[in-house]
């Protein structure tokens, strides 16, 4: 037991021996290059490891390496240019902290990648998971690599990368060594680079003010011609501050400011119209005073002002609508300063963007499987044909029926999914969108009766667009067949067509219960549908169509019943 002490101990000492190597190195350098070559040296000193490298993350998104050893000429050529915006390697998930499937086995809790033997680690992945992987060190010979995260807080700044030809180089207790000390090597990067940055303003300052001097001496030697310049001075700072004023009050963000009893000392006339108030009743008011402060916000205005550092964050405020905001504050001298936007539409058109995202996704894969599932389906409905129609069979003539039956529903599924599958242009032509309904409106009525139900048709006077009338039907079937089933019998279902805000509106509207809040963000998605035969393509295959056609799909529901509106832009007259 004494010897396991000592030896615990001992790894405790060279731990702290080596910690302690690491903070000198702030302390004896002057810029980060410097500082991470002998940190680089400080590596090769602690483990036997032919290669080692600190890539640094930079604005631009690329991760050369500032520091290596060991690497050829041949990996620095192919490593130095990689990007975190256009490039998949396991440094770049690292930095991006997005590893994949295939990385779990050699991830370690702090987010680092290690790998004592890339051979059996490439062995076990699948065909398609060897097709994604990049895998330049593996492809160069190294079978012991490990990459780990080097973090200022919670940003990656880049990463420390080892490898040797050997397996079995990087032991665990080393790994979990450096992953305690990276932030520290996280830190001093972070200073080094605000250093630079002070060096370079310092710089700039100290020639701003040589060029100042100048022209006071110049101004010294001319009283009248000093007098006048100070005038001129005066009358540029009484500008420069009307137009600093000018421009905070024409900004259309919200740009406030509060003391540290979270009091407004100044807001522009932008905030004045978000919280409804003039700027004489809101200066000195607490802002929790005026209206409801979201509990992360305030958390945040409080971490600003005791740790005087900046923060940018997003959050749904109740108090202005339920608006996404994307609030910036600043640390100031008495409190701090604010800026917010409404950035609600860009989360709605992110959330339209994923949503295209996965009907492409689905698209595609309908391509490739419709043609091949397709042909054997036809062999097998034109056998069952026959086979139902021979004497012998005549007793399973109802079982070939309800073959043949499924065989077609199958079939229309898979029309539905190569509707979703179309990637070249609809072809368009001029069309009033009432003609198109008018001629579907005998089936529709028939659906309607078979139902015991009811359905109206109000054709407004409407311009006529480009529209594919195919796939104009194809929607309008889809959008009033969900809208029958939603309703009980007895129910109207309403149709009707008019113009509103230079847009031509489709607004289908149901009598049911309504689609419940928790399913309003699924709609769209494929294959989600909350019926026990539906195939969850339907709706989707109407936000494609919709997409095609330039317009946009509103859906307003409650409890009394459901209306979907089409709004369709109306065409500028050259």
């Not at 903070?23 to 400080?42: G, H, M, P, S, W």
């Not at 108030?277 to 945040?300: F, G, P, R, Y």
């Not at 950035?343 to 339209?352: F, P």
């Amino acid at each position: 037991m004494d010897i396991l002490n000592i030896i615990k101990r001992k790894e405790i000492e060279d731990e702290l021996s080596r910690t302690n190597s690491l903070l000198k190195l702030f302390v004896q350098k002057t810029n980060r290059k410097a500082y991470l070559d002998e940190v680089l040296i400080l590596l090769q000193e602690w483990i036997d490891c032919r290669c080692t490298g600190i890539r640094v993350l930079n604005d631009e998104g690329y991760v050369p390496y500032e520091s290596f050893a060991g690497f050829s000429q041949e990996f620095m050529g192919s490593e130095n240019w990689l990007s975190v915006n256009h490039h998949q390697c396991a440094c770049m998930r690292v930095i991006l902290e997005k590893p994949e499937s295939q990385d779990a086995i050699c991830m370690t809790n702090v987010g680092s990648f290690c790998c004592n033997n890339t051979i059996e680690f490439i062995c076990e992945m699948s065909t398609e998971e060897q097709s994604r992987f990049r895998g330049k060190c593996i492809e160069l010979g190294y079978k012991s690599v490990a990459i780990i995260p080097i973090r200022y807080q919670e940003r990656v700044l880049g990463v420390i990368h080892l490898a040797d030809e050997k397996e079995g180089k990087l032991p665990s207790e080393f790994i979990e060594f450096i992953e305690k000390v990276a932030p520290l090597i996280g830190e001093a990067m972070y200073r080094f680079n605000l250093e630079d940055e002070l060096r370079y303003k310092n710089d700039n300052l100290e020639r701003l003010v040589e060029e100042r001097t100048k022209e006071l001496k110049l101004a010294n030697e001319q009283l009248n011609h000093d007098i006048v310049e100070q005038k001129l001075a005066s009358e540029k700072l009484i500008r420069a501050q009307e137009e600093k004023v000018s421009i905070l009050e024409s900004m259309t963000d919200c740009f406030f400011a509060m003391d540290r009893d979270m009091r407004f000392t100044y807001i522009n006339h932008a905030g004045e119209i978000a919280f409804g108030k003039s700027q004489n009743e809101l200066l000195s008011q607490k802002i929790t005073e005026v209206i409801k402060v979201n509990d992360t916000a305030l958390q945040h205005y409080h971490e600003v002002m005791s740790e005087k550092k900046s923060a940018t964050f997003e959050i749904i405020s109740e108090a202005l609508g339920g608006k996404w905001l994307e609030i910036s504050a600043y640390s100031a001298e008495n409190g701090l300063t604010c800026y917010f936007r409404d950035i609600t539409s860009r989360k709605i058109a992110e959330g339209e963007i994923a949503r295209f995202d996965r009907l492409n996704l689905v698209g595609q894969l309908a391509a490739g499987i419709a043609h091949e599932i397709r042909n054997p389906m036809t062999t097998v409905r034109g056998y069952l044909q026959l086979l139902g129609v021979k004497p012998e069979y005549a007793t399973q003539r109802s079982t070939f029926e309800l073959m043949i039956s499924e065989v077609d529903r199958a079939n229309a599924i898979i029309t539905e999914f190569l509707s979703l599958a179309q990637t070249k242009p609809s072809e368009m032509k001029s069309r009033n969108l009432n003609d198109i309904i008018s001629h579907l409106y005998p089936l529709l009525e028939a659906d309607t009766f078979t139902q015991n139900k009811q359905i109206k048709f109000i054709a407004g006077e409407i311009p006529d667009l480009a529209l594919n009338a195919k796939e104009i039907s194809q929607l309008i079937l889809n959008l009033t067949r969900n809208g029958l089933e939603a309703m009980a019998e007895g129910g109207t279902l309403s149709i009707e067509s008019y113009v509103e805000d230079c847009k031509v509106v489709l607004e289908i509207a149901d009598e049911g219960c309504g689609i419940p809040k928790e399913n309003f963000k699924k709609l769209g998605t494929p294959f989600f549908t909350t019926k026990d035969t539906g195939t969850g393509l339907g709706f989707a295959s109407c936000y494609k169509i919709a997409e095609s056609h330039n317009a946009k799909i509103c859906i307003d529901s409650s409890p009394k019943g459901t209306t979907i509106s089409i709004l369709f832009p109306i065409p500028k007259m050259e």
